[in-house]
């Protein structure tokens, strides 16, 4: 791949680099996750920085074949200019989908399911009614599977039963539930009830909130191989006891 044109993408990261320069890492549909040098960005009259801005879609084209490509152009989409801008917890678990994306994403593989519910996340963070828990738990849940790494909620791994509401389960992160037993005991233990209301994507019930929050978490954690997330700490630092989303 020597150069792109105009591929839709959102800036996940950007650092300095060099005097006037900025690394940054986006996520696009054809590419994955791909790592671009904008070169003088930081001193461009056109305030090219500023157009590379998180949350915001773009048109890009790149060129080169190394790692990290070259930024040759960047056109703002008219669209996106119309949603408000993300504000107060809204902004917060922005931070947090793009940390997911950031460490989750391959580079250079086609990701177009993950690029799609990224997009559609954002969308609905910046709802004036969004439900942030509900929003997460269904990035959280849509990008794993995106990323070949389905839940399984609706069968027991063990013996292939459906899953019963009022049954308690645990859940072998790397497979999926099994009925709870004194020997299948583990630390992370969910409710039948709140794995079928996660399949039809019912969060409505606080248990379920509780649980899902804890299961998916423990779930993100073990494909990050626990990797910390700042954004995580930021919920914490201004929400308290991570926030209501993270």
Known sequence: MSRVELQPAFVLHQRRYRETSLIIDVVTPDFGRVGLIAKGARGSKKNLAAQLQTFRQLLLSWSGRSELRTLTTVEEVPSSGSKPPLHGEALYCAYYINELVLYLLPRDDSQVQAFATYSQTLSALAEADCDYEAVLRLFELNLLDSLGYKVELEHDVASASPIRKDQSYSFRVDSGPVARTFETDQ????????????????????????????????????????????????????????????
Do not use: A, C, Q
């Open 187 to 246: 630390e992370l233990t969910v409710s039948g009830k709140t794995l079928l209301d996660l399949s039809t994507e019912d969060l409505s019930d606080p248990e379920t909130r509780v649980e899902s929050k804890k299961l998916l978490r423990g779930i993100v954690d073990y494909h990050l191989d626990n990797r910390p997330l700042k954004s995580r700490k930021m919920f914490k630092d201004m929400f308290g006891n991570g926030g209501r989303g993270s």
